[in-house]
């Protein structure tokens, strides 16, 4: 990462050059894909970011939408609103922090491992999601609605609110999830259990 003036960061990429620029400050990270190099994967207009680690960063709102993130690890976010919907994510991590909202609605995940995480609320409705873990993550609510789900190992991590439980199919959780999940199951399968 480099600081090109204050209140800016760049990504780099060591094959690319540089990918992403962030305008920091005290109130949000807002990216400018109107001077970023293209990601091979996306529209010539999205931004990408790849191979960086980006550490302890804030941002109370975060505006990331239709962006592509690769081969990137992400630690210790304190992120409130993270608007990341319609994006790309393969071969990511996020470790550790809170996160009040992640937005990844519409998004397509490959790979994606987010552990030891506080996560108020976490949007996945309408996503395709092939192979995310939640590892040790605490999440206030979990949306999946209208999502498409293939290897999503939810085991380990704690959720008060489920929505989009017909979604579901693809999902890995434990036998403890499952008790507490079975009242879910069979309402939404029109069962009485007396």
């Known amino acids: 990462m480099l600081s090109s003036a204050p209140g ?3 990504t780099v990429n060591a094959s690319t050059g540089p990918v992403l620029t962030a305008q920091i400050s005290r ?14 994967m996306m529209p010539s207009s999205a931004a990408c970011v790849s191979a960086a680690p980006l550490l302890d960063s804030f941002a109370p709102i ?9 081969d990137t690890e992400v630690i210790s976010p304190r992120w ?22 992640l937005n990844l609605r519409a998004a397509k995940i490959i790979d994606l491992q987010i552990s030891d ?31 498409t789900l293939k290897d999503v190992d939810l085991r380990t991590s704690d959720f008060r609110t489920l929505n989009g ?6 999902a890995i ?3 403890y999830q499952m008790s507490l999940l079975a009242p879910i199951f069979a309402a939404h399968l029109g069962i009485t259990v007396a």
């Open 80 to 101: 409130g609103s993270a608007e990341l919907y319609d994006s790309s994510w393969q071969s990511v991590r996020i470790d550790g922090g809170k996160i009040d909202f």
């Open 8 to 10: 800016t960061l760049m």
């Open 62 to 70: 975060m505006k990331g939408a239709r962006t592509s993130w690769r």
């Open 117 to 147: 995480c506080i996560i108020d609320e976490l949007d996945l409705g309408g996503a395709n999601v092939t192979r995310l873990a939640l590892k040790n993550c605490r999440i206030g609510t979990l949306d999946l609605q209208q999502a």
């Open 165 to 170: 439980v017909g979604s579901m199919s693809g």
């Open 27 to 40: 109130r949000r990270i807002s990216w400018n894909a109107s001077s970023m190099a293209p990601c091979s």
């Open 173 to 175: 959780i434990d036998d």
